[in-house]
């Protein structure tokens, strides 16, 4: 009997030191995860706002050719529509990017008969070395003049919605390209969120909302695709 006792008492302990050793080892595995997800999302982001200076130059080419040239690719950086309640003024947007900006400035220069240098790329480019936002930068339409003043924009990670820092609008808007007729006015809405509440190795979804939810344009987010 006496044997049993110590058996039982035995097994009980094996038991409770591998419950133990289980419950230990659970915690590195998920921080050892976190930090394997921060590195990617960390890597990704680097990608876009800490260029090397092969992607500056890369850039610079890129910008300097013809406007068809120059349309095509603003046209491949424009995030695509996933969810359209407005059916109509559907605003152009994109990511305010240091390679973005240097295509368009290198194209502006190329216009011009002039050449923008690499000095001045990389100039521009640190200036997103260490942001602690990122920028969407929003074409909005509207048959108003002071349209923009209610506009409301969010971005979407899983069931996380994440608010604006700062929404900012020209003080003025311009007139569009389909004036006199509706929609007879633009303005460039530019809405800034926190970096440190993004992750960009997971798809986002960018919501404007002309006038709520019911007027709403829902954009696909894929950091991966972004220069």
Avoid: C
């Avoid at 309640?85 to 011009?112: A, E, R």
């Avoid at 003025?172 to 390209?177: L, R, T």
């Amino acid at each position: 009997m006496k044997k049993k006792f110590l058996l039982v008492l035995l097994l009980s302990s094996m038991l409770a030191t591998n419950s133990a050793f289980a419950a230990g080892n659970a915690k590195p595995t998920q921080v050892s995860s976190s930090n394997q997800q921060q590195s990617k999302s960390n890597l990704i982001r680097n990608n876009i706002f800490n260029l090397s200076d092969q992607q500056i130059k890369n850039a610079i080419a890129l910008g300097a050719h013809d406007y068809n040239h120059y349309t095509e690719f603003v046209n491949s950086q424009n995030l695509k529509i996933i969810e359209d309640k407005m059916g109509i003024w559907q605003p152009n947007v994109n990511l305010s990017t240091p390679y973005f900006n240097i295509v368009m400035f290198s194209f502006l220069k190329f216009n011009d008969y002039g050449k923008y240098s690499f000095a001045e790329a990389k100039k521009f480019s640190n200036l997103y070395k260490n942001i602690s936002y990122i920028t969407f930068n929003v074409g909005a339409l509207g048959d108003s003049i002071d349209f923009a003043d209610t506009v409301k924009v969010v971005l979407v990670q899983g069931d996380k919605v994440i608010q604006p820092l700062e929404i900012r609008i020209d003080e003025y808007a311009a007139h569009s390209k389909f004036w006199p007729d509706a929609p007879a006015y633009r303005n460039n809405v530019d809405a800034k969120f926190d970096i440190k509440k993004i992750d960009f190795s997971k798809e986002a979804k960018l919501v404007y909302m002309y006038a709520g939810k019911e007027l709403s344009v829902t954009y696909k987010v894929d950091f991966t695709k972004i220069k």
